[in-house]
C-alpha cells in the first residue's frame, strides 16, 4: 500500500527556512518521479517542485524558482523540499506525491509564514 508520510512544517518568519521532508513506502521508491505540491485555504493544489526517479533533473513552478529546492534520498526513500527566503504567501499545506501513483496523498504538513 502506498504511503507518504511529510513533516517539517511549522511557524516560521518572513525571510525565514523550512524543510520539509516526505517518507515513502509501499512502491519502488527510486522508480518514481517525486513532486511536492501545496494548498492554501479557498485555493486549488498548486504545483511546487519534482525530481526525477534519479534525481538528475528537477523542475519548479514559478512561484518559488530560486528559493527552494527539491531532494531525494533513494536509499532512505525520503524527498525532501528545502524552503529558503519564505514569503506569506507560500502558507499552505504541503503535499507530496509519487507521479506513478498521482491518486495517493499523504495527510501533509502546515507551513505558516507571518510576521
Known amino acids: 500500500q502506498v504511503q507518504l508520510v511529510e513533516s517539517g512544517g511549522g511557524l516560521v518568519q518572513p525571510g525565514g527556512s523550512l524543510r520539509l521532508i516526505c517518507a515513502a513506502s509501499?512502491?519502488?521508491?527510486?522508480?518514481?518521479?517525486m513532486r511536492w505540491y501545496r494548498q492554501a485555504p479557498g485555493k486549488e493544489r498548486e504545483f511546487v517542485a519534482a525530481?526525477?526517479?534519479?534525481?538528475?533533473?528537477?523542475n519548479y513552478g514559478d512561484s518559488v524558482k530560486g528559493r527552494f529546492t527539491i531532494s531525494r534520498d533513494n536509499a532512505k526513500n525520503t524527498v525532501s523540499l528545502q524552503m529558503n527566503s519564505l514569503k506569506p504567501e507560500d502558507t499552505a499545506v504541503y503535499y507530496c506525491?509519487?507521479?506513478?501513483?498521482?491518486?495517493?496523498w499523504g495527510q501533509g504538513t502546515q507551513v505558516t509564514v507571518s510576521a
Open positions: 525530481i526525477s526517479s534519479t534525481g538528475g533533473s528537477t
Open positions: 509501499g512502491f519502488t521508491f527510486s522508480l518514481s518521479t
Open positions: 506525491n509519487a507521479l506513478r501513483y498521482s491518486n495517493y
